[in-house]
């Protein structure tokens, strides 16, 4: 006998975890691919026009998986190791890269301070930022998380401090899609992007991408990165809180569309994407170092952007593999459980006194 989903002809039941998996690949495919292009966009237009159009969802579902996954790791003591161990994957990064930095990347106006994340690594500080205030939002018992989020993320522009410092501009801009990916289950999102509504997204994604000249045109590029507040983008009063939430319109429809692209069934992105972290963490020592290394000046023909979208796809791959896993875990996802429990033995002692003051 046919399920009553075949007989009815609906699709087949979705493996969630699978969905974001295969998101999560995607998505750091084009994060490699946006960090990889930044050297030659001036002297091919387009390429900042694809730029462009990726900074609309990148970033925005990025958040939303990493909300998704974090469902059984947020609260209690596994969320504050997961803290902890983000926590000291920026601490050995942002040495590492800065140190980097220093000696042989220059990267133009970087400043070197552990307040400061170099490059990509915000987004390090601004996961420990969403943990911590999704917690908070739990232990408060707010039943709507989203909407405070977008609160805070419409507010924050206002304060008058550096986006920059902790990233904490970015940390409450993309706040509302981390606590999205936590509050608000895929299953949701599949009314929207399923069946015909998928070929219509689909189509959305399209006319966002050929929209992007003309946002570009008119600086919201700017506004989709998070990095600035409002006063930093030349923008006051009233008006830069409607922009900000025409940013997050913009930002919701084109995600839509673009996860209706995304594969559901189990392939080898699944496998892939359980492994995005070695890439985001990696994949800067490898583009910096080309810039360096001048290998960039070889890129003057269109010929040549194609063999470097090959070799960025290769090299996503590649860190993304399990042999990579192995030969790298040890400092980008360090034992930890010795310190965990030196934590632990120092808090009993600390707090022992007090006990046997009560008994």
């Not at 075949?6 to 690949?25: A, C, I, K, S």
């Not at 990148?58 to 803290?83: C, D, E, Q, W």
């Not at 949701?188 to 966002?208: N, Y």
Request: with cysteine; glycine share 8%.
């Amino acid at each position: 006998m046919h399920s009553q989903q075949e007989q009815g002809g609906h699709e087949p039941e979705v493996n969630y975890d699978t969905w974001m998996l295969n998101l999560r690949f995607v998505l750091i495919t084009l994060v490699f691919i946006a960090t990889g292009i930044e050297p030659v966009m001036e002297r091919f237009g387009l390429l900042g026009g694809l730029h462009a159009w990726i900074f609309i969802f990148h970033m925005p579902l990025f958040a939303y998986v990493t909300g998704y996954f974090s469902r059984n790791t947020l609260l209690g003591r596994s969320g504050l190791k997961v803290i902890v161990s983000i926590a000291v994957q920026y601490i050995i990064f942002q040495t590492l890269y800065s140190s980097l930095d220093v000696l042989f990347f220059h990267v133009p106006g970087q400043k070197h301070s552990f307040f400061i994340p170099y490059l990509m690594l915000w987004f390090l500080v601004a996961h420990i930022g969403w943990r911590c205030l999704v917690r908070l939002m739990c232990a408060l018992g707010i039943k709507h998380p989203v909407a405070v989020s977008l609160c805070l993320g419409v507010a924050a522009g206002y304060l008058g401090t550096d986006g920059s410092w902790l990233s904490f501009s970015r940390m409450f801009v993309f706040l509302p899609f981390f606590a999205a990916g936590y509050a608000v289950h895929p299953a949701k999102l599949l009314a929207f992007i399923s069946g015909k509504g998928r070929i219509i997204q689909a189509g959305i994604s399209l006319i966002v991408l050929a929209a992007v000249p003309a946002l570009m045109w008119h600086g919201t590029p700017d506004w989709l990165y998070g990095k600035f507040t409002y006063a930093e983008m030349g923008s006051f009063g009233p008006a830069a809180a409607m922009i900000r939430l025409g940013c997050y319109v913009l930002q919701i429809w084109a995600s839509l569309a673009v996860l209706a692209l995304i594969p559901r069934r189990q392939s080898i992105l699944t496998s892939l994407g359980s492994r995005t972290l070695y890439v985001f963490l990696l994949h800067g020592l490898f583009v910096r170092s080309a810039i360096s290394l001048g290998l960039y000046d070889f890129v003057q023909h269109t010929g040549d952007v194609v063999i470097l979208a090959a070799v960025i796809l290769i090299m996503t791959v590649a860190l993304s593999l399990p042999q990579t896993r192995q030969m790298t875990k040890w400092f980008i996802e360090p034992e930890l459980d010795s310190l965990y429990r030196l934590g632990y033995r120092l808090t009993i002692r600390r707090h022992r006194p007090r006990m046997l003051k009560k008994l």
